[in-house]
């Protein structure tokens, strides 16, 4: 019987639905190493995490294959590239988007406008957290989305730029990274917060000018505050039982005892036994965060498809030995 595959005719010019991409793999215009057929959606394929990662908050890149679970914390940026290395023939482009899982979460995902015809090897994203709360993403999890599309012509010069062949980070993009030491976006949302006073003062002209004057030097002042980093007034840890998750629809078999601790900007909130942490700018901020981020975890854990490996089969554990839907 002649091959289903057969039947399939590739397009001149659009996008490939999937029978189309496997069909371009199995003539070799593209290939994706490697390819597992559960990643390939309806007009796409998901690309997943690779091992390594670099975030503007660490002080060194981050091994994912031993520290599988990767924190991008609010407004901060990492880059990573992808376990699969992608190979274009001059027939095809591609163009790689954020999974709806990210964008629904605050993360915003780039590229680059497209993958030119003729590319080869792994793709480096940027992920950047625009959302006030902690964004946790693992080792071989699927993340972005590719899709490909046919070409009318072959292009008289395919893609030799620099990112070809590649498949990891070079040490100057790593450094580019962690050398940025100037105010994060919180930091900037934090100073607008405090000066907004002054400025609704002095754009409303309600004030008379002596007002005007010292809400501009308070603004002044809090802007400066973003270039030095003040002592930290630290105190103690402190234990702080979860007793509920309302509104949300999840039960709580029993209180969760997180430890809430004070960092040089804030506070960080961990939940010890199932290896989950989150941070805020007052401790009742840093527990409200780490909720959400416990039942982020749960939720993502329970839904995974695919078989868990033994650190996230523990993690759950843990979890549904405090927590159930209602």
Do not use: W
């Amino acid at each position: 019987m002649k091959d289903a595959l057969d039947e399939i005719e590739l397009p001149s010019a659009g996008i490939l639905v999937d029978r189309q991409i496997l069909k371009a793999m199995e003539l070799g215009m593209i290939a994706i190493d490697p390819f597992e057929v559960g990643n390939l959606e309806p007009a796409t394929y998901d690309m997943r995490v690779g091992k390594t990662a670099v975030v503007s908050t660490s002080s060194a890149p981050i091994d994912l294959s031993e520290h599988p679970l990767l924190t991008i914390e609010p407004y901060a940026a990492a880059i990573l590239h992808t376990v699969e290395t992608l190979r274009l023939s001059d027939r095809y482009a591609g163009h790689v988007g954020p999974k709806t899982s990210l964008l629904r979460r605050g993360i915003i995902a780039s590229t680059g406008p497209q993958i030119d015809p003729g590319f080869e090897g792994a793709l480096l994203i940027n992920l950047v957290n625009v959302s006030p709360r902690p964004f946790h993403i693992r080792y071989n999890e699927t993340f972005v989305t590719i899709e490909f599309q046919a070409l009318s012509l072959a292009p008289s010069r395919p893609y030799r730029g620099p990112y070809q062949g590649r498949t990891e980070l070079t040490a100057e993009e790593i450094n580019r990274l962690l050398a940025f030491s100037g105010p994060t976006l919180k930091d900037v949302h934090a100073c607008f917060r405090e000066a907004e006073p002054g400025l609704r003062a002095a754009a409303s002209l309600a004030d008379e000018i002596p007002s005007l004057v010292e809400g501009q030097e308070k603004m002044l002042q809090v802007v400066s505050e973003i270039a030095r980093v003040p002592e930290p007034n630290l105190l103690p840890s402190t234990v702080v039982p979860i007793t509920t998750f309302e509104p949300e629809q999840f039960e709580l078999l029993k209180p969760i005892q997180v430890v809430v601790q004070p960092t040089g900007d804030g506070y960080m909130c961990t939940f010890f036994d199932a290896n989950v942490n989150a941070s805020g700018e007052t401790q009742v901020e840093a527990v409200a965060n780490l909720k959400s981020v416990i039942l982020d975890t749960f939720e993502d854990l329970e839904s995974e498809k695919k078989p868990l490996g033994p650190g996230p089969n523990q993690q759950l554990a843990v979890l549904r030995s405090f927590i159930k839907r209602r």
